[in-house]
């Protein structure tokens, strides 16, 4: 894997938004629209950029945003951001739902550093083939150089055992927003 260039913006974009389509937790916050989704994913990489790391695989097949956690830089460009996802990704009328969403998923996150693995995205027809363990594992090795913990969350039942493949357990769940949802850890 590779760490973003910008020439690979659209690409990374692309992949999230059709890997996540149909995706219960993304659903939640922006409704099952590509529109939607295309901000979120938009948003998402503006932040990773300021306050974590963006990799794209080797193939350019799947990529993966992370956070850390201890890194919480709020530059303008970022309240941009905000204001575009809750007016045009999000919508008015969710936004108090999605917010104490996002509030009650950072309650039962750990207080002390961590990478959080935010999306992990492999194109549709590329699933199932090794592109996302490829990149899982790369995501492993960076945390065990900086020595932190992993953390995720996930609402798709077919990546449980995955995850947990990967040495993964489940430290919370909630079913508070319609559907089953988890909080892995690996440290």
């Known amino acids: 894997m590779r760490k973003f ?4 913006r659209e690409k990374i974009i692309n992949i999230l938004v059709n890997s996540f389509e149909g995706n219960k937790s993304v659903d ?9 989704r295309r901000i979120l994913m938009e948003y998402s990489l503006a ?8 990799y794209l695989s080797d193939s350019g097949k799947s ?12 530059p303008f460009n970022l309240w941009i ?11 008015i009328s969710r936004i108090s739902k999605v917010l104490k969403r996002e509030s009650s998923i950072e309650a039962v996150q750990p207080k002390e550093p961590f990478l959080y693995v935010w999306f992990i995205g492999v194109e549709p027809e590329n699933q199932g083939k090794g592109e996302g363990s490829k990149l899982l594992k790369s995501v492993l090795d960076i945390a065990e150089d900086k020595k932190l913990p992993v953390c995720l969350e996930t609402s798709t039942e077919r990546n ?9 357990s489940v430290y919370a769940s909630s079913a508070q927003f319609g ?3 988890y909080f892995y850890r690996k440290d």
């Open 5 to 8: 260039i910008e020439q690979d």
């Open 28 to 36: 939640f916050v922006v409704g099952k629209s590509a529109t939607g």
């Open 47 to 54: 932040n990773c950029l300021e306050n974590g790391e963006v």
């Open 63 to 74: 990529c993966v945003l992370i956070k850390f956690s201890d890194r919480k830089r709020k």
């Open 81 to 91: 951001w905000d204001l575009k996802l809750a007016l045009q990704g999000i919508g």
């Open 160 to 168: 449980f055992k995955w995850y947990e493949n990967f040495g993964f």
């Open 179 to 181: 559907f089953p949802f």
